[in-house]
């Protein structure tokens, strides 16, 4: 499956169905991360559930902290 993600195109592992998959093999920790899905915000809470089609595209913003 390939997916547009934040511009760049990505070609999905079969194992990558949901958002929450996503993050997780990018090690993106979800409670710091806002994830727009086709131009939806979608809840954390959702991420589990919010499955990832062939053409999506999703735009991820993680923030980091430091000083």
Avoid: C, P
Avoid at 21 to 26: E, F, G, P, W
Avoid at 33 to 55: C, F, M, P, R, W
């Amino acid at each position: 499956m390939s997916i547009q993600v934040n511009g760049r195109i990505l070609e999905l592992e079969k194992s990558v169905v949901t958002i929450a998959d996503l993050l997780q093999s990018y090690n993106i920790q979800q409670k710091i991360s806002v994830v727009e899905h086709n131009k939806e915000i979608i809840n954390k809470s959702h991420y589990e559930q919010a499955k990832l089609s062939d053409g999506d595209t999703l735009e991820i913003v993680h923030f980091v902290g430091g000083g």
